[in-house]
């Protein structure tokens, strides 16, 4: 029993630190599996609403990036965030549910990370007239074609690790956001891209 005013200098071992990545791990994907599943169930019972607000999408974007750090980082796999600037700033200002749109990105995120073993993920912002766009280009091994025809479909994944909600729940969100999602394979033949857009919002900076 340790005694009173006594540190406790203990460290964990490599070997606990790896059981407890694992753990973390997989309780993020059980999270996110119980956040999808009701989220589908709100999208076809059309009971799913929007709180919307001004917001900065690429501060929203630095935000999701600095979560997804975590499922990134592996070492092997580069990560760019390029906001392209206009009229000497690169803030797009739109008008969404700043926990759904989060929800969108980190999903995104978590795809190119889960694909990507090795090169980079690039994510790219920029406004071009009333809509604003965001792509994130991964350089995994990109879509097969019969999944590519039904991505944004229930239930389709490219993975066993996925449950194939992930991007017909993104698209959904994006769409009631006045927007679309779309993917394409890399034209190298590396990995895939997906991009969204939405419209910027009206107000005044």
């Not at 991505?151 to 994944?157: A, E, P, W």
């Amino acid at each position: 029993m340790k005694k009173r005013g006594e540190s406790n200098n203990s460290k964990l071992s490599k070997e606990d630190e790896q059981v407890l990545d694992i753990i973390i791990r997989n309780a993020k994907r059980l999270l996110r599996l119980e956040q999808n599943i009701l989220d589908m169930t709100r999208i076809e019972s059309k009971t799913s609403h929007l709180d919307i607000e001004t917001l900065d999408l690429n501060d929203l974007i630095s935000n999701s990036i600095h979560d997804a750090q975590y499922e990134i980082d592996n070492g092997r796999v580069g990560l760019e965030y390029n906001a392209t600037k206009r009229n000497g700033t690169n803030r797009i200002l739109i008008e969404a549910d700043r926990a759904r749109l989060t929800q969108v990105l980190s999903n995104l995120l978590s795809n190119a990370a889960k694909f990507s073993k090795e090169g980079s993920i690039i994510v790219n912002t920029e406004k071009k007239g009333s809509e604003a766009f965001v792509s994130i280009r991964d350089t995994g091994p990109g879509i097969q074609p019969d999944i590519m025809t039904k991505l944004f479909s229930k239930f389709v994944t490219n993975s066993s690790r996925g449950s194939g909600l992930g991007l017909y729940i993104s698209k959904s969100i994006i769409e009631a956001h006045g927007g679309k999602i779309w993917a394409e394979n890399n034209s190298d033949g590396k990995g895939a891209t997906l991009t969204l857009n939405m419209p910027v919002s009206q107000k005044v900076e």
